[in-house]
């Protein structure tokens, strides 16, 4: 070991670098000596199933934020106009990307003082607290909680839109080949004949093919709707550049809604050989959000330009009824909701049954497990039943749980971890946080204000 000459005699404060999570570095210790440390690192200890490249979580994380979310854009640019539109969304695209950056650094910076490989989302949060100020710790338990549910309601408000997609598409293509006049609220029920047999499914590896074929399928879908967006776009001078800011509130909702997918941030990180490669410039996450922004803001512009004030929550029902091509593209998307349903509905049947299981007897698990799979079927569609109005379950959901999940937790959870460490240069990051913070509360009072007044005045 080498010594250093010491300052202290000369009333310099000695400096403590910051250990870089993967990689060794140099220490200036407390008696001035340096040391090489040799930090643990988590991409080196995690499982051999932990096998996914750069490129392949570049593509599962595109996979995952280009869902439902796109081609209901335009509805939240019908809220605020094409150039807000487009100055917004950029914005809150860039403030999604940077509250996945700070999470996905603090679980990493994490996994390193506690020693563990990987650790998802509510992990993260509960060990924050544990590990931060004494003032703050008792709070764990709740921290988690409140992550792990607001990660379900999450996915149970996405479920509810994709059972309201399907039935309206089926309700249109019924309306126009000369089926039954049936309510949304009927063609809703009658998804349950699908659904029920296939949220039995309890293995993820028999949905794979399925799920395959539906990227495939999904993207045929958005090709086509942009198709009939750009076949005769009317000029933009028709359409409105800015609306009132009662409408910022909705386009907010709308856009958190589409564009958070902070919920499979963790695990894709979590599966990577190079975690180190997520971050960074240009690094998977910038790229991802990059070409999210792009595509999201293209079809909310297109969209809001073809179809006006008559947008709907979707974008394929705007699409023609009397055109195959477009019945087409309303039956895809329709088969893809129905598939992700499935696979959306596993996030909050296993936060549910975690909470359950102890109490049933190991004998009765399977039962039990298929019992509140049903149970949960059932609650999304009398949901979506009760509500059939598609926009309206988006900008609710994202009012409250997006809100909440995708900027509140991140902030705050950062703000823990650096608390007492490193808050930056005239606290720079409690400034920041405070402002993402305040910035999510504003956006849920009065998101959640004006969906349920729209809901109340539909009733």
């Known amino acids: 070991m080498e010594k250093i000459p010491s300052d202290r005699e000369n009333g310099v404060p000695q400096i403590r670098t910051i250990v870089d999570p993967y990689s060794s570095k140099i220490e200036l210790t407390s008696n001035g000596s340096r040391e090489d440390l040799d930090p643990y690192v988590p991409a080196k200890n995690r499982p051999l199933e932990s096998n996914t490249s750069s490129f392949g979580a570049l593509a599962h994380l595109l996979k995952a934020s280009l869902g439902s979310g796109v081609l209901a854009m335009p509805l939240a640019f019908k809220n605020a106009g094409l150039l807000v539109g487009l100055i917004g969304t950029v914005v809150i695209g860039f403030i999604c990307g940077h509250v996945i950056h700070i999470l996905v650094k603090t679980s990493q910076q994490l996994c390193v003082e506690v020693k563990k490989p990987c650790l998802g989302y509510a992990d993260t949060c509960d060990l924050v ?3 931060g100020p004494k003032s703050v710790r008792r709070f764990a338990p709740h921290i988690r909680e409140l ?13 509810c839109v994709y059972v ?10 019924s309306d126009e080949y000369g089926g039954p006049k049936w309510s949304v609220s009927v063609f809703c029920a009658l998804s349950l004949v699908i659904l029920v047999p296939l949220n039995q499914i309890t293995k993820l590896k028999y949905l794979v093919p399925f799920s395959a074929i539906a990227n495939f399928v999904w993207l045929t879908s958005i090709c086509i709707s942009i198709y009939y967006c750009l076949r005769d776009p009317p000029p933009p001078s028709t359409r409105n550049l800015a609306t009132s800011i009662a409408g910022l509130p909705n386009f907010i909702s709308t856009c958190l809604f589409a564009m958070e997918g902070i919920g499979v941030v963790m695990p894709i990180e979590n599966e990577m050989t190079k975690p180190q490669q997520f971050l960074g410039c240009p690094g998977v996450l910038n790229i991802a959000m990059s070409a999210v922004v792009a595509l999201y803001g293209f079809v909310g512009f297109c ?10 929550g979707s974008l394929t029902l705007n699409l023609p009824q009397d055109e195959i091509l477009a019945q087409v593209a309303k039956m895809l998307v329709a088969c893809v909701m129905v598939l992700s349903y499935a696979l959306i509905f596993y996030v909050p049947v296993d936060v549910a049954w975690r909470r359950i299981s102890h109490r049933i007897p190991a004998s009765n698990h399977r039962w039990g497990l298929a019992a509140l799979r049903l149970a949960g079927t059932f609650l999304t569609v009398g949901l ?3 509500i059939p109005r598609l926009e309206l379950f988006m900008e609710l959901v994202g009012a409250i749980c997006l809100s909440c999940l995708g900027l509140s937790l991140p902030a705050i959870t950062e703000t823990v971890w650096r608390w007492g460490k490193d808050l930056g240069p005239y606290n720079i990051v409690l400034i920041k946080n405070a402002t993402i913070v305040l910035f999510s509360l504003i956006a849920m009072v009065s998101g959640v204000t004006f969906s349920i007044k729209t809901i109340v005045d539909t009733l």
């Open 129 to 131: 607290f544990q590990n």
């Open 147 to 159: 992550a792990d549910w607001a990660l379900a309601v999450t996915h149970l408000g996405a479920c």
């Open 164 to 173: 309201v997609v399907i039935s309206e598409s089926f309700k249109q293509i």
């Open 303 to 312: 969209g809001y330009l073809s179809f006006g004030e008559t947008v709907r």
């Open 384 to 386: 979506a039943s009760a």
